[in-house]
């Protein structure tokens, strides 16, 4: 009898360890619901942009064939994102955003693209993975190929301050010689690997006249690191290096090269809110429509980056991709979660598919999901729950649009 009442005992503590592990999920779930996602995401893995000839220069070694003219999506990049829209299918059926036989209606859902082959298809393939039984049309602006200014606005009509302001934010965050030294470990190993010293030699160069000029000596290098990157994830080994067995880290160091100038856009504040402010004014717009559920821009790192800088989101590492600035094919993810009582908040996070997912190594399912990296915003707290408030949230797009929207010509 003692023993039978010793077995229960533990049987009563077990059950209870069991519940108290359960609570912080099921307790957040019983006071909010997924009510509505907008989703900022960079196009996947396309072809260099620049031509073979160009990479020539820097390195004779023969290039793999991408299969796609320069900057297209790649079929291996389609892949990839049609498996990340199935995984948010999934995501999105488990927080009841969308029951399993979903049929969008009338505004439920914005599919809208820079107008370039590469944004365009990556949309395409989001959508077929995410909606594989409905057809979604793909919204774009203009000809294909032809910049839309939401995605891609320029810098005219700019008064004289505001360059004098970006020359203030650029020697806080070091100046050029700090830019050139951050990647220095790069550009050593791209040395190595392209078998051509003089890149070494290179300089990294943010000029402020008319606007911000980003590139310098080092910009063929960059490009071709760009390229690097693209082949590795196309190739997965040590091919995609010429022979040379690269680490991680030294991956990693490559990216860096080509990223450096996706690094000024986040750092240099006045340049991510002038890039950023055709974007912030869409989040505010979207979030304001009380029928849509789910909105997916596509664009390019450049928008992620910018954006980012200008929200004032805090830096964070990003565990398993070689690119810490904007990942190829990750998405900013702004998810609105109400209560019961019909108050809204928000959860911000970056998701992207792993190094090793890009490469092929790893599949992307509910097994092994992509990354999820929740974001922070610069002097604004979250609730014990990790959220924070619509109106903090909608405060600072407000901000981040109006905050000097006068140096270019622009009244709020």
């Not at 999920?25 to 942009?49: E, G, M």
């Not at 809208?112 to 949309?123: D, S």
């Not at 943010?206 to 071709?224: A, E, F, Q």
């Not at 664009?299 to 910018?306: M, P, R, W």
């Amino acid at each position: 009898m003692l023993l039978k009442k010793i077995w229960a005992a533990l049987l009563m503590v077990l059950c209870l360890c069991q519940q108290v592990e359960a609570v912080p999920q099921d307790a957040f779930h019983s006071k909010y619901h997924l009510a509505q996602v907008i989703v900022l995401s960079r196009h996947n893995i396309r072809a260099p942009l620049v031509s073979k000839e160009k990479l020539g220069e820097i390195t004779t070694h023969t290039w793999h064939d991408f299969g796609v003219k320069g900057g297209e999506l790649t079929a291996h990049g389609a892949q990839i994102e049609e498996k990340m829209g199935a995984y948010c299918r999934l995501y999105f059926q488990k927080e009841e955003l969308f029951p399993a036989d979903y049929k969008p209606e009338a505004r439920d859902i914005l599919l809208y693209a820079n107008a370039f082959q590469r944004t365009i298809a990556t949309a395409r393939s989001f959508e077929t993975g995410m909606f594989p039984d409905v057809d979604v049309p793909v919204q774009y602006k203009g000809d294909v190929n032809e910049a839309d200014p939401v995605f891609l606005p320029g810098q005219a009509g700019h008064k004289p301050a505001y360059d004098e302001k970006l020359t203030a934010e650029l020697t806080a965050l070091g100046g050029n010689a700090a830019l050139t030294q951050r990647v220095a470990a790069g550009v050593k190993t791209a040395a190595v690997v392209f078998d051509n010293p003089e890149v070494s030699k290179g300089e990294f160069k943010v000029s402020v006249k008319d606007g911000v000029h980003l590139g310098g000596s080092i910009r063929p290098l960059m490009m071709t690191c760009d390229a690097l990157v693209l082949q590795y994830y196309e190739l997965g080994d040590k091919r995609a290096s010429f022979g040379h067995e690269l680490t991680f880290n030294e991956w990693r160091d490559i990216a860096a090269v080509k990223d450096l100038g996706i690094h000024a856009y986040r750092h240099i504040p006045t340049l991510s809110r002038a890039l950023a402010r055709p974007m912030l004014s869409i989040f505010q717009e979207e979030l304001n429509l009380q029928k849509r559920k789910f909105t997916f821009l596509c664009g390019h790192d450049t928008n992620i980056a910018s954006v980012m800088g200008a929200m004032e989101v805090k830096d964070t590492e990003l565990p398993e991709t070689i690119e810490q600035e904007a990942p190829i094919g990750s998405k900013l993810v702004v998810e609105e979660w109400q209560d019961a009582d019909g108050e809204s908040y928000v959860a911000l996070k970056l998701v992207y598919p792993s190094t090793s997912q890009l490469c092929g190594k790893t599949p992307i399912d509910a097994d092994n999901p992509p990354q999820a990296v929740p974001l922070h915003l610069q002097n604004i707290y979250p609730n014990p729950d990790g959220l924070i408030t619509m109106q903090d949230f909608q405060q600072r797009l407000t901000d981040a649009i109006t905050s000097d929207a006068e140096l270019m010509g622009m009244h709020y």
